[in-house]
C-alpha cells in the first residue's frame, strides 16, 4: 500500500506537463477498458494488471522479433531515453531457427513477470508440424484472448480511402488458430476451427464494453454462420446473448466476405466490429492498407492479466530489414499504446503528437506512405519535435509548459 502510494506520488510529480499543447487527435481510452467480465462491468482501473515496477518506473519485456522488428525497436528506445519515458526494458531475443523452446518459456516468463510486452513479429519459419508459431505461443500462454486494432486515418496520407475510424476487436486465442490439423488418411488433410463460449462471450463482452466505454454506437459481429454453421453460428449466438446486455447499443452482423467488399468500398459504416481469429487478421489488414498499409496502425492485445503491443498487421518485413525504409510509426504507436496502459499519458501524449506531427504537418514519411525519406529521418523529425518542447536538458526530463 505504501509502495503503491510513494510511486503515484512520484506519477503525478513528474517534472512535465503537455498541458497547452494543441491535442492534434484525441485517442480513444480504451487502453483503460478492463479485461474481465466482472471487471468489464465494473470498469477497474489498470492496476489489476500486474507490473513490475519500482519508483515509479516499469519494467517492460521486449520482443524484437525478426525483420525490420530490432531496428524498429531501436528507434522505440531512442525516443523514450530521449523523452524519458519511465521504462526500463527487458530485452528478450526469440531466435525461430534454435532447437526447443528455451527462449520462449523465457519470454513468457518474463512478461508474466513484468505484466506488459512490447512485441515485434517472430518469424515462423519451419513448415514441421510440430514447430508451433511462437507468436501464437505467446498469445495462447499468456490467454491473450482479444485483439484490438484501432483504424484511424491520419489525414493528408495517401490512402484509398480518408476518415476511416473504425475499431477492430478479434477473438485472439482459438477459432482458425486453433493448430489443429492432420491428414487422417494420406491426401485428406482436416483441420480444426475452435469456437467456445467462454472464449466467444468474453471477446463480444469486451467488444460492447469497448463501444459502451468510448461512446460508440454500434458492433457489428463478423462471421460465415451460413456455411460454418456450428462454429460461427455460436460465436454469433454469443454476441446475441451478450448484446441483451448493452440495449443502448446497435449490433448487427455481417458475412466475411461481404464484409471485406464492404470495407474496401464503404468501411465509413462501421464502427465497432467483433470477430473470430482469423477473419480479425484480414479485415485489419484490409484496413490498414485503406489507410496507408502496415506501417501505421499498432495493436493491442489483452487478457485478463498480461497486455502486449505490437504493430497491428503483425508484419515482419524481412524483404526490408536493414535498408532504412520501414515505417516506423506503427511500433511507435504500439509504444504510446504501452505508455498508456501503463499511466504515462504525458510521456504517451507528447510522442504521440511529435509522431502525428512528423507525417501528417511535416510530410516526413517513408516509402510505404509515398514519401522519400528514411525510417531515420522520421525517428529524427520526432526527436527535434520533442527537444523543442524541452527545457533544461541534459538534467532532466522537463518539457514546457507553454
Ligand atoms: P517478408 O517478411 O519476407 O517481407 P511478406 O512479404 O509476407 O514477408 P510481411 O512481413 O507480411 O511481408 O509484410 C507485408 C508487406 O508490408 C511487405 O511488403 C512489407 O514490406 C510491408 N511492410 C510491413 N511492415 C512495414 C513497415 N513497417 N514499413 C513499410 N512496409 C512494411
Redesign the pocket.
Known sequence: MALRLTQRLLQTQTPFLTRGYPMLVTKEKSEDVAHTKSSLQKKVTRTDIPSAQYGGRHAVTMLPGG??GPE?MTYVREIFSYCGAPIDFEVIDIDPSTEGNDDLDYAIMSIKRNGVALKG?I?TKSQELSDISRNVAIRNELDLYVNVVHCKSYPGIPARHQDIDVVLIRQNTDGEYAMLEHESVPGIVESMKVVTVENAERVARYAFEYARQNNRKKVTTIHKANIMKLSDGLFLECANRVHKDYPELEHDNMIIDNTCMQAVSKPHQFDVMNMTNLYGTIVSNVLCGLMG???LISGRNYGDHYAVFE?G?R??????AGKN????V??INASIDMLNHLGHKEHANVIYEATYQTICNDAIR???LGGNHSSTDVVENILKILSAKRVNWPHGNYFNQL
Open positions: 525483420g525490420i524498429l513479429n518469424e498499409g502496415a506501417g504493430p498487421t508484419n515482419t518485413g524481412t524483404a526490408i525504409i520501414a515505417n516506423p506503427a511500433m517513408t516509402p510505404d
